[in-house]
């Protein structure tokens, strides 16, 4: 039976076409967002578990960038530390030309000397990094750096100072036996009184000592810096194990998605047409008037 008031054929096919459309609207959100879980009405579990990553990553990302700024002050007092050994290397060949007794010559080498303990005090004093000196602290303190969490405990790594520059020094002494010798010795001026066969010996020796002191530290800090870089490769690796767990929970699949539009598209044209049919199929009752 045809009827004016209900037709059944289109009741189908209006629900169909919503639910088509509904469809169509998902994929193409999804396809614009470029995620199939954008929300927690998407899907409630997966987005609470997205949340969770999303925090870990932030998390770890905070971490990271403290360990990237530890590591800068370990590289920057490892390269004045390399600087102040090579320099001190040089001093230890200038003391060399030194000769006990009245010797005008020793004159000119301390001037050289001289040069090198500027050069020195300089590179300890530039080697700050983001207001961090591992060098010049004003005494020796501990450097604390968060590398992770234990059930939100946080695991630090320290790392405790050594103070070669005495800051507090309108000399700008290097401390310590061995440093001070080094950076601030009693001028050779090329009178017997000074220049002795002891006072020589005494400022070679401090060379050796003070060379050996600085080859330690380098070797400590340079040891620091790599178990920081260590920890920066592992946070990196663990971000990226993370994104890439989050990625298949939330993002969308672009082929999947553009083909569904396309079926979907060809679905809702099919439904105008039956539409179309059964609208068609109404006007045909004039028909039986005419």
Do not use: C
């Amino acid at each position: 039976m045809v009827s004016v008031n209900n037709i059944g054929l289109n009741s189908a096919v209006l629900a169909s076409l919503r639910q088509t459309n509904a469809d169509l609207a998902t994929s193409q959100n999804r396809i614009a967002s470029g995620l199939k879980v954008a929300s927690a009405r998407d899907n409630a579990g997966v987005w609470a578990t997205a949340t969770s990553i999303r925090k870990d990553i932030a998390a770890q990302d905070g971490m990271g960038a403290n360990i990237a700024i530890s590591k800068g002050q370990a590289d920057a007092a490892y390269a004045a530390l390399t600087t102040i050994a090579d320099i001190i290397t040089k001093m230890q060949t200038t003391a060399g030309k030194l000769v006990a007794g009245a010797n005008a010559n020793n004159v000119e080498v301390q001037k050289d000397i001289s040069s090198y303990q500027k050069q020195m005090l300089a590179a300890v004093a530039n080697a700050g990094f983001q207001g961090v000196n591992l060098l010049a602290a004003t005494d020796a303190s501990t450097i604390t750096t968060a590398i992770g969490q234990d059930n939100g405990t946080p695991v630090n790594m320290t790392f405790s100072t050594t103070q070669i520059l005495n800051v507090g020094n309108t000399s700008g002494t290097l401390v310590g036996s061995a440093y001070a010798s080094v950076s601030k010795n009693t001028a050779f001026d090329g009178t017997s009184t000074n220049d002795t066969q002891a006072h020589i010996d005494d400022f070679t020796g401090a060379l050796s000592s003070g060379l050996a002191a600085v080859n330690t530290y380098a070797a400590r800090v340079a040891a620091y810096s790599d178990s920081l870089s260590k920890q920066q490769d592992f946070i990196t690796k663990i971000n990226d194990i993370r994104t890439t767990a989050l990625s298949s929970l939330v993002d969308a699949n672009m082929e999947e998605e553009s083909a569904k539009v396309q079926s979907l598209q060809v679905k809702q044209q099919l439904a105008y047409q039956a539409l179309s049919i059964g609208n068609g199929a109404a006007q045909n009752i004039l028909r039986l008037f005419q």
